[in-house]
């Protein structure tokens, strides 16, 4: 079945610390993207990717970086430059395609993120 | 820039109700217009999705009908269940742009 995988579930961080976030999608898709959500609140957009070895930031990401080495693959890396972490993340991917604006963004069953 | 405004929640029903959700759109362009749904804990799941002017995106008994002169898009189901208790967000895609979402509106049904 094809679809998006996200590891851990859930993940704990102590301070000073940094954590990498697993994305992994089967979709074929060129775009991904990561976001931040908060208790009863709406998407943060943090990074997006829309070809293999180029990503862009997206509203919220300092203290957060990425890499995109395969088009599969999109881990965010929490940095302890991100003084409030605790969230849900949840990763993304899309086909992209300026002109095809109708598709779908799918999105992976998220990682809630605790700060120790 | 674009943007979504959607209705304050949370909203509370009783089983069978009718519900509504509104959504409004601002928008530079022709974007898409989406409607996800997310069970707690879980990752959001594409509802139902218009593409231009006038079409109806439905799923599962929920419906939404792009309407450009009123720049809405508001999601409807004649006879809610339990199980639609989630969290439901509005979104939009434009040419060349990624997907803006609104904030989200919790519909909690009772039995």
């Known amino acids: 079945d094809g679809g998006i995988t996200q590891s851990p579930k859930y993940l704990f961080r102590k301070e000073g610390q940094n954590v990498t976030l697993s994305c992994e999608q089967n979709l074929n898709h060129d775009a991904m993207y990561w976001y931040r959500q908060d208790p009863g609140q709406g998407l943060r957009l943090i990074y997006y990717s829309q070809i293999v070895n180029d990503f862009q930031k997206g509203d919220i990401a300092e203290g957060y970086s990425v890499s995109r080495e395969k088009k599969e693959s999109f881990p965010l890396t929490v940095t302890s430059a991100q003084k409030n972490p605790t969230a849900f993340y949840l990763c993304a991917s899309s086909i992209y395609s300026h002109l095809r604006v109708g598709e779908t963004q799918y999105f992976g069953p998220g990682t809630r993120l605790l700060v120790l | 820039g674009n943007s979504v405004t959607q209705m304050e929640g949370p909203v509370t029903l009783s089983e069978e109700a009718f519900l509504t959700i509104n959504c409004t759109y601002t928008?530079?362009?022709?974007?898409?217009l989406f409607w996800y749904v997310q069970y707690p804990g879980e990752g959001l799941q594409l509802l139902l999705k218009a593409t231009k002017a006038d079409d109806k995106g439905s799923n599962k008994g929920f419906e939404a009908t792009y309407r450009k002169e009123t720049t809405s898009f508001h999601l409807e189901k004649g006879s809610v269940q339990v199980s639609d208790s989630a969290v439901y967000f509005c979104?939009?895609?434009?040419?060349?742009?990624?997907?803006?979402f609104g904030p989200g509106t919790r519909l909690s049904v009772l039995p």
């Open positions: 928008a530079t362009g022709y974007p898409s």
């Open positions: 979104a939009l895609r434009d040419y060349g742009q990624n997907f803006v």
